[in-house]
């Protein structure tokens, strides 16, 4: 069975941690990096939706509808920041085929839960990546906007984390064939993180000068202490447990 937080894991990883707290050295990055969570809290609320609507009820209908509120609160709020960091967002109208390319995959429910425990796992930790970085207040004003926000949001995540997981167990108690389903969740979630810490280096290795050099608003972000980003100093505390 795959572990769900072992420090194997590309989400709970120094790697993980060292790109999130390169992100967040800039107020442009960060400003770019709220507005995409905005977008893919959205996009995680219509597909639980989705999967609700068609395939759930009672008790986890009720969840899951919750889950959706929250999630959509979330992806508010996550824009809502994005004028203390010094930039605005704009909001383009959406292509409807974009819509679609959301909502296009078919999942039964229980993989569907997996597959949203694997990714609320992540977020979980991602997050508190997040609050560690940003409890370094290298930008006091946004840490002072931003902390409370997510800490906020840091509760419901855990709930999200917690009311799946429960559901898994349950299914699993009845039908242990359900277990490579879940490893394979885990895994898949996985090897995406892997891949978008490739496709986020591949970024910044293009854009790191320019993206900080032009954020003149941030004196912090271009001298940047070099010793922060060595594997071993990198981990928070208490983020892989
Ligand atoms: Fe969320
Ligand atoms: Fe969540």
């Given at each position: 069975?795959?572990?769900?937080?072992?420090?194997?894991?590309?989400?709970?990883?120094?790697?993980?941690?060292?790109?999130?707290?390169?992100?967040?050295?800039?107020?442009?990055?960060?400003?770019?990096?709220?507005?995409?969570?905005?977008i893919d809290?959205a996009k995680g609320a219509a597909r639980i939706q989705m999967i609700a609507d068609k395939y759930?009820?009672?008790?986890?209908?009720?969840?899951?509808?919750?889950?959706v509120?929250?999630e959509?609160?979330?992806?508010?709020?996550?824009?809502?920041?994005?004028?203390?960091?010094?930039?605005?967002?704009?909001?383009?109208?959406v292509e409807p085929a974009a819509t679609e390319d959301v909502l296009d995959f078919d999942d039964?429910?229980?993989?569907f839960?997996?597959r949203?425990?694997?990714?609320?796992?992540?977020?979980?930790?991602?997050?508190?990546?997040?609050?560690?970085?940003?409890?370094?207040?290298?930008?006091?004003?946004?840490?002072?906007?931003?902390?409370?926000?997510?800490?906020?949001?840091?509760?419901?995540?855990?709930?999200?984390?917690?009311?799946?997981?429960?559901?898994?167990?349950?299914?699993?108690?009845?039908?242990?064939?359900?277990?490579?389903?879940?490893?394979?969740?885990?895994?898949?979630?996985?090897?995406?993180?892997?891949?978008?810490?490739?496709?986020?280096?591949?970024?910044?290795?293009?854009?790191?000068?320019?993206?900080?050099?032009?954020?003149?608003?941030?004196?912090?972000?271009?001298?940047?202490?070099?010793?922060?980003?060595?594997?071993?100093?990198?981990?928070?505390?208490?983020?892989?447990?």
């Amino acid at each position: 069975m795959v572990r769900a937080l072992g420090p194997d894991l590309a989400y709970g990883s120094p790697a993980m941690y060292g790109v999130t707290a390169t992100v967040l050295s800039s107020r442009r990055m960060i400003a770019y990096n709220l507005a995409q969570n905005a977008i893919d809290e959205a996009k995680g609320a219509a597909r639980i939706q989705m999967i609700a609507d068609k395939y759930a009820d009672g008790d986890l209908f009720k969840k899951m509808h919750r889950h959706v509120g929250e999630e959509l609160k979330h992806s508010k709020l996550f824009k809502d920041l994005v004028p203390a960091t010094g930039y605005e967002t704009r909001d383009d109208p959406v292509e409807p085929a974009a819509t679609e390319d959301v909502l296009d995959f078919d999942d039964e429910l229980r993989a569907f839960i997996c597959r949203v425990h694997s990714i609320e796992l992540r977020s979980w930790t991602v997050l508190r990546m997040y609050q560690h970085v940003l409890r370094q207040r290298a930008f006091p004003d946004i840490s002072d906007t931003a902390l409370p926000v997510l800490d906020d949001i840091m509760q419901d995540e855990i709930n999200h984390v917690v009311y799946t997981g429960q559901q898994i167990d349950e299914w699993l108690r009845d039908d242990p064939g359900l277990q490579p389903v879940f490893d394979q969740c885990l895994e898949h979630t996985n090897r995406e993180t892997w891949q978008d810490i490739a496709a986020m280096t591949a970024w910044l290795a293009k854009n790191y000068q320019a993206v900080l050099a032009n954020d003149e608003a941030n004196p912090a972000a271009v001298n940047l202490p070099e010793t922060r980003f060595l594997v071993g100093e990198l981990a928070p505390p208490a983020t892989l447990t």
